[in-house]
């Protein structure tokens, strides 16, 4: 397959925590000069068909992915995926078990929030498109309306912190059952943003060395949050171990400082991606 650049493999819509529809984001990827985006929705496919048949009349190319929570310890671990089957029964189960944890989760963190401040349910609800894959953005957009936080990045930074006294962690399969699932519906899966904390905060090598046994990919290395001494870290890595590199916006709308193209990749590294999926070969 040809790609057309500028590329940018990792963007969110309201299908999760993203401020836009999937077609107001298409709109905005041909706005920025993009010439293939990929939406990247946390555990939902559900934006695809409305970005892709923008896409088409934007002229721009589309890449179905979805960002996969997984998590290693008390570590919520990303895990990006390309060109997979939508209906892998195995994968949709575990993506629907994901979004009911994700509601039953924010619901927790809300009622503890419920205590010392005034906020409920449906306010979080006002901020989440119908069926939308919540998560604590949704409820820092309510902790702004009510006048307790200025924005997201403050809510993060406060209240909706792991260990700001409100917070509940995410039920969500491991790294490594994430890129079996991945693989088994065909897709491509990428680690995302792996090394936020610097190089020695990346997964340990022996455990990453398992995920690339087990099919991992790639690694996004250009990612606004990885640090420098990690992305050196990641590089080394991924020559060893022949894995693609990305580089990604992370885009949320106005949910997020991040915009389209401020990191991109490689048509090659994109055609690799292409290549090594078995749902587009079938
Ligand atoms: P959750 O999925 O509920 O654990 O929330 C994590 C999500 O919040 C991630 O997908 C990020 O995109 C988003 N996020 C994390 N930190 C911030 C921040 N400082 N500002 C805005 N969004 C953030
Ligand atoms: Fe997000
Ligand atoms: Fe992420
Ligand atoms: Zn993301």
């Keep these: 397959m040809e790609f057309r650049a500028p590329i940018d493999l990792h963007a969110h819509s309201s299908v999760s925590d993203g401020t836009q529809s999937p077609a107001e984001l298409i709109r905005s990827a041909a706005q920025a000069g993009l010439g293939t985006v990929a939406l990247t929705d946390h555990d939902s496919t559900a934006g695809w068909a409305e970005a892709s048949a923008e896409a088409s009349a934007q ?5 179905p992915g ?5 998590r290693f310890g008390w570590k919520s671990v990303h895990m990006l995926a390309y060109f997979f089957d939508p209906g892998s029964a195995e994968l949709v189960a575990e ?25 409920t349910w449906d306010d979080v609800l006002a901020h989440t498109a119908p069926g939308a894959s919540v998560g604590r953005p949704h409820i820092a957009d309510a902790l702004v309306t009510r006048g307790h936080v200025l924005d997201r990045s403050e809510a993060f930074e406060t209240l909706l912190h792991p260990r700001g006294g409100y917070f509940e962690p995410l039920y969500a399969p ?7 699932l ?13 090394a936020t904390r610097g190089r020695d905060n990346v997964l340990d090598a022996r455990y990453l060395k398992a995920l690339v046994d087990a099919g991992l990919a790639g690694l996004e290395v250009d990612h606004r949050e990885n640090t420098d001494d990690g992305r050196a870290y990641l590089l080394e890595f991924a020559a060893e171990h022949d894995l693609i590199v990305t580089g990604s916006s992370d ?14 990749t490689s048509p090659a590294s994109l055609e690799r991606i292409a290549a090594e999926s078995k749902y587009l070969s079938r």
């Design 251 to 264: 885009y949320h709308g106005a949910g997020k400082p991040n915009l389209l193209g401020e990191n991109t």
């Design 59 to 63: 002229g721009i190319g589309f890449v």
């Design 66 to 70: 979805m960002e996969l929570s997984t």
């Design 174 to 180: 491991s790294p490594l059952e994430g890129v079996e």
């Design 95 to 119: 993506c629907e078990r994901i979004r009911e944890a994700r509601r039953t989760r924010a619901e927790a963190i809300v009622t503890r929030l419920a205590v010392d401040y005034d906020l």
């Design 182 to 194: 991945i693989r088994g519906a065909g897709g491509v899966p990428v680690l995302a943003h792996p």
